[in-house]
């Protein structure tokens, strides 16, 4: 399939080049990526030529200045708060449609290619998806051209008809509801695929493939959550425009209907979604961690993942480590390409004990983990860090004891093992795989990962994400064409933005498959410039990471708030902590 290149001119960025020198965070250094040419060039997708994490997008060179001129075009849109509103529809509708073709256009073609899939799973996979991606493809038409006439950019000259959108919603809030059926296959169709890949190493290599193209821009699997994730989104987008308008409004009686229709699906489907998700979460890790089989068990749940140092013989040493309803993982990453984690210690919640231990080691932010096989000292980047492990690691140890008959007696063990244990003891504990060359063999065998995982972020910024971040995470998606400037430069680059999972992702045009880079927002800050920025334009947001400085604008007041709103709740450890706590608040007044 090639790239569409038919671009409304009201929409065509002033963007000629995107090639430049690589400038990001120079801790994330380029990753070797291996591919396997005749897979790539048989499938015609595009290699991954830069690391995710190293932005070529970022770079100043050859970009094309938004003049004057283009800055008074910008101004034609209406000024209304509900067109912006509603096109937020039109602008997440466009990158979630292209999300479903990753599934519907790309890995179709990459199967049949290689003749890799079952033709059952053939058809479980695609008679749920194609009916979906048909039905938003009509949805998205009449969104665009619902949103022209609202501008005034055809020949309708009665506009009072058409500036609103409530009735479009409704009409295919109601008609997505036929479709309630194929969403709830999803999970079998999630499992079935999973299953396959595991069995056929045919699929499982051209799976692994696929996720190295650039199109596939995240973990394949998170593509079949998305039809249940934008019902959520609707949900939002209507929520927000019921709350703007008045009771009286034309628009507010169809959006207020649409809202309830859309509610009623996604309050159905709500433990589908919440069971999906962690399931995805589940088999991703499972392929990139090594030394740990069955990660996918039914009844685990994963909870946190994250960089602390642990105390070693050597000193305090980073590793990363993965908290599950169960079990607590604690891994290295590998030296060789592939960059994947090697498990080093696996130390089941079931009478684990979590005790700080700041002053007893002198190091800051510090807390020893009892367990019935061993105990481990810890550190982490920051209180806030701290505290957010240690009270997910109790909650999961209670519920952990509470679910087995032998608790009582697993607790008095690590009690009696906390303290049978001297310091010097906990200190100078080798860990027995320590050195990671010596699984430099099972590492080659696997496939490349891409960088902008959440785990590799983490590594890298050095902080955690919990489930419950991952789920906020999903309702704060975002899309639209922003205006981009650097610290020392004069103008502005026009560019198509995606913000999904913690990361900002980059095109020259919605139309384009696939983003040419992106920008992992952990650990970034955002704000508004201050007097010494110099930016003397309305609706700017800055992102800094230590020296380095990002500008964006916004076309409104509404667009400038909602990309503030998202980032934030991406940006850092204690803005997705606010997040969460206003999420817990909303649902406290729901009910």
């Excluded at 003049?67 to 466009?94: G, H, M, S, V």
């Excluded at 991703?284 to 994250?306: A, K, S, V, Y």
């Excluded at 700041?358 to 481990?376: A, D, G």
């Excluded at 999904?500 to 970034?524: E, M």
């Amino acid at each position: 399939m090639g790239k569409r290149r038919k671009t409304d001119p009201a929409d065509s960025p002033s963007l000629q080049s995107l090639q430049g020198t690589i400038i990001d965070d120079p801790q994330l250094s380029p990753l070797v990526v291996k591919h396997h040419h005749s897979f790539t060039s048989s499938l015609g997708l595009p290699s991954q030529s830069y690391s995710p994490l190293q932005s070529p997008i970022l770079s100043d060179t050859g970009s094309t200045r938004i003049d004057d001129d283009e800055e008074a075009q910008r101004k034609r849109y209406p000024a209304d708060k509900a067109y912006f509103i509603a096109k937020e529809i039109l602008t997440t509708e466009r990158t979630y449609l292209k999300d479903l073709e990753v599934l519907t256009v790309w890995f179709r073609s990459a199967i049949i290619k290689e003749n890799a899939m079952p033709e059952g799973l053939m058809t479980l996979l695609f008679s749920n998806i194609d009916p979906i991606y048909e039905f938003h493809r009509a949805f998205l038409k009449e969104v665009e051209q619902r949103l022209a006439l609202w501008e005034g950019r055809s020949n309708a000259h009665v506009k009072g008809d058409y500036q609103r959108i409530g009735d479009i919603m409704l009409r295919n809030m109601h008609a997505l509801k036929e479709f309630t059926g194929y969403l709830q296959k999803h999970d079998e169709v999630l499992t079935e695929l999973e299953k396959a890949t595991k069995r056929l190493r045919k699929l499982e290599t051209v799976y692994k493939e696929f996720e190295l193209q650039k199109v596939c821009y995240l973990p394949l699997n998170t593509f079949l959550l998305k039809p249940i994730q934008r019902l959520m989104h609707y949900k939002l987008i209507l929520g927000r425009l019921c709350k703007h308008y008045s009771p009286d409004h034309r628009d507010y009686v169809d959006c207020k209907d649409a809202l309830k229709e859309v509610t009623e699906m996604t309050a159905q489907l709500q433990s589908s979604l919440i069971r999906l998700e962690n399931f995805q979460k589940l088999t991703e890790l499972q392929r990139d961690l090594i030394g740990i089989e069955n990660l996918t068990l039914t009844d685990r749940e994963f909870i946190r993942e994250g960089c602390l140092c642990k105390l070693t013989k050597k000193g305090l040493q980073q590793r990363m480590f993965f908290l599950f309803s169960d079990m607590l993982l604690y891994t290295s990453k590998g030296v060789t390409t592939t960059n994947q984690f090697k498990v080093h210690g696996q130390l089941p919640l079931q009478g684990m004990i979590i005790e700080e231990s700041t002053e007893e080691w002198s190091v800051p932010h510090c807390f020893t983990i009892y367990s019935v096989q061993k105990s481990i000292v810890v550190a982490a980047s920051s209180h806030v860090e701290m505290v957010k492990w240690m009270q997910d690691l109790n909650r999961a140890i209670t519920v952990a004891s509470n679910s087995n008959e032998k608790s009582d007696m697993l607790l008095e063990s690590a009690r009696c093992n906390r303290s049978n244990r001297s310091s010097d003891e906990l200190s100078l504990e080798q860990e027995s795989e320590d050195d990671t060359h010596s699984s430099r063999s099972s590492l080659d065998k696997q496939t490349y990962h891409r960088a902008n995982t959440t785990m590799h972020v983490c590594w890298h910024r050095n902080t955690s994400v919990s489930m419950m971040d991952h789920s906020v995470a999903v309702e704060n998606q975002l899309s639209g064409y922003l205006l981009r400037k650097f610290k020392n430069s004069n103008g502005w680059q026009k560019l198509w933005v995606v913000f999904t999972n913690f990361c900002l992702f980059f095109y020259k045009t919605h139309q384009d498959d696939y983003p040419l880079a992106s920008l992992p927002l952990l650990g970034y800050t955002v704000s508004t410039p201050v007097d010494s920025d110099n930016i003397l334009k309305d609706y700017v947001f800055k992102l800094q990471f230590k020296s380095h400085v990002y500008f964006f604008r916004a076309e409104s007041e509404y667009t400038f708030e909602r990309w503030m709103e998202v980032i934030r709740s991406a940006t850092s450890t204690v803005g997705r902590s606010n997040l969460l706590i206003q999420s817990a608040e909303k649902e406290t007044a729901l009910k």
